[in-house]
């Protein structure tokens, strides 16, 4: 949506496709440093901090820290710590399944 319109169906198979060719850009990189080169010339360094922030705020949830605890040693806000328990507990298991792999 933008300007609180929604977008056409198009618009929408568009974003679908770009997701998509995206998701298989990740998952033909195994060599970290490489995926670090990509990550780096394709997000900014804010996308990359907010990113690598929401992955340390759902580690601190799922280790059942408090919310305002996680505020604290994160610096994101109340807000964000909360939608990302959300997508934590009621998303796709995405989160999961990275925290789980980095524990093993």
């Known amino acids: 949506m933008t300007s609180g319109k929604v977008l056409p169906a198009e618009a929408h198979d568009e974003t679908l496709a770009r997701f998509d060719e995206l998701v ?3 998952v033909r990189l195994r060599d ?3 995926m670090a080169a990509f990550l780096h010339d ?3 360094t804010a996308e990359l901090d907010a990113m690598g922030q ?3 705020v759902a580690r601190l949830v799922s280790e059942g820290v408090a919310y305002q605890e996680i ?4 610096g994101a806000s109340t807000a964000t710590v909360t939608r990302v328990a959300h997508w934590l507990r009621y998303g796709e298991g995405g989160y ?3 925290l789980k792999r980095g524990r093993k």
Do not use: G, M
């Not at 505020?71 to 994160?74: A, G, Y």
């Open 24 to 26: 298989a850009a990740f």
């Open 71 to 74: 505020s604290r040693r994160t």
């Open 42 to 44: 394709l997000c900014t």
């Open 96 to 98: 999961d399944e990275v």
């Open 54 to 56: 929401r992955l340390q």
């Open 32 to 34: 970290p440093q490489v």
